[in-house]
């Protein structure tokens, strides 16, 4: 299976986070736009192999708060490391 990239662009807000997501990644109807549904869908229903470049997350993290910021990273980062098919590029 060919590899997919999904790259994040300027995300000043969860909205704009998951309107990206949506848009890049075959994401179920079902997806709640909500953080578990992030982790859920990221974990066990996108398919591999694929690659997250997140451009700008410093700016992000400006955007949307320290907190909100490394909740995000790690929902990310964890399901890199659960999946040996996911690989994460964070670009700060």
């Known amino acids: 299976m060919p590899l997919s990239q999904c790259e994040l662009h300027a995300i000043a807000s969860l909205e704009q986070l998951f309107d990206q997501l949506s848009r890049q990644l075959p994401l179920p109807p079902h997806f709640g736009r909500n953080l578990d549904a992030l982790y859920d869908c990221l974990a066990n229903e996108v398919p591999g192999p694929l690659r997250l470049v ?14 909100v910021y490394a909740t995000v990273l790690d929902i990310l980062q964890t399901v890199a490391d659960e999946r040996d098919d996911v690989a994460l590029d964070i670009r700060r």
């Not at 997140?54 to 320290?66: P, V």
């Open 54 to 67: 997140w451009h700008d997350a410093a700016a992000a993290e400006r955007a949307l708060g320290a907190d």
